[in-house]
């Protein structure tokens, strides 16, 4: 059975990625639950650069993968599940799924981005904040093009939608 290599990722009703320069500002108590559940349904969390310096991912419930070429930021350094990885993406995702199995990513636009536009990645999760404004935008129809909605449901808050994608590179 092939594994799992799924994003998480919350934008605001625009698509924006971050208010205030985190995506926690953009959070809704129903989104909290869903990323903890995720979180449940895998066995390695992988984040890059940016996120690793602008989140708090103190502590994980999973091996936490931060790919980056930079030293792994003082609050991160807390975190004993927490590894630095210095590899191209495509690469790191196959290790990461060789080493631990199913995967979620749960990193900003860029990282997000490159990791579809080279297919690897099976679903997508996205809580769609119904909060105006905030910042680094990501074009939410573009993210989707190429996946199945699996579900749609509107929550207090927002609305979580789950798409299927067809990995070519896993």
């Known amino acids: 059975m092939a594994h799992r290599v799924a994003v998480n990722l919350i934008v605001g009703a625009k698509g924006e990625t971050t208010w205030g320069g985190t995506s926690a500002g953009l959070s809704f108590a ?10 449940r349904e895998f066995q390695a969390i992988l984040i890059g650069s ?8 103190a502590k994980t419930p999973l091996p936490l993968i931060v790919l980056t070429h930079r030293p792994l930021p003082e609050l991160l350094l ?3 599940l927490a590894q630095a990885w210095e590899m191209p993406l495509p690469e790191a995702i196959s290790r990461a799924v ?5 995967l979620l990513i749960e990193a900003g636009p860029k990282l997000v981005e490159e990791a579809l536009a080279l297919g690897l990645i099976t ?5 769609v904040s119904d909060l105006p404004g905030g910042e680094n ?3 939410i129809a573009h993210l989707t093009q190429n996946g199945i909605e699996l579900s749609r449901q509107d929550v207090d808050g927002g609305h979580f939608l789950h798409y299927r ?3 070519s590179h896993l």
Not at 123 to 127: P, R, T, V, Y
């Open 30 to 39: 129903a989104d909290r639950a869903r990323f903890h559940q995720l979180r």
């Open 50 to 57: 940016n996120t690793a310096h602008h989140e708090p991912y």
């Open 78 to 80: 807390k975190n004993p």
């Open 98 to 102: 060789d080493t631990f199995g199913d």
């Open 123 to 127: 679903e997508l999760f996205l809580s």
């Open 137 to 139: 935008p990501i074009d």
């Open 165 to 167: 994608l067809a990995p």
